[in-house]
Nanobody
Framework: QGQLAESGGGSVQTGGSLRLSCTSSGRSFRRYALGWFRQAPGKEREWVAIISWDAEATYYIDSMKGRLIISRDNAENTVYLQMNDLKPEGSAVYYC???????????????????WGQGTQVTVSA
């Protein structure tokens, strides 16, 4: 987990925007899928957005489709998540992920060879 560093979380009001960033160090960044999952108190962990190693494939959580853009800059070893029109139900700790492209909504990030960061808090107030 120590190889990924997130930033950009914070507190916003409903309708606001945030841009999360995650920089990777320590291994060949461009070979792996990148993404974000989140965990809110008392709720299941869920995948929010994923981008394949070649940026040809992306996934967005249904509840936020149309309001998210995930992108990657392999030269900077960085993945971004632009979140627009945020709603209170989007409040959670968001974790950056690097590893295999998740094959289902139930894919566990703890799989072999996968890494994730310490998380960044996103709070959306009504």
């Amino acid at each position: 987990q120590g190889q990924l560093a997130e930033s950009g979380g914070g507190s916003v009001q409903t309708g606001g925007s945030l841009r999360l960033s995650c920089t990777s160090s320590g291994r060949s960044f461009r070979r792996y899928a990148l993404g974000w999952f989140r965990q809110a108190p008392g709720k299941e962990r869920e995948w929010v957005a994923i981008i394949s190693w070649d940026a040809e494939a992306t996934y967005y959580i249904d509840s936020m489709k149309g309001r998210l853009i995930i992108s990657r800059d392999n030269a900077e070893n960085t993945v971004y998540l632009q979140m627009n029109d945020l709603k209170p139900e989007g409040s959670a700790v968001y974790y950056c992920y690097e590893g295999r492209y998740p094959t289902s909504a139930n894919y566990q990030p703890e799989g072999p060879g996968n890494h994730w960061g310490q998380g960044t808090q996103v709070t959306v107030s009504a």
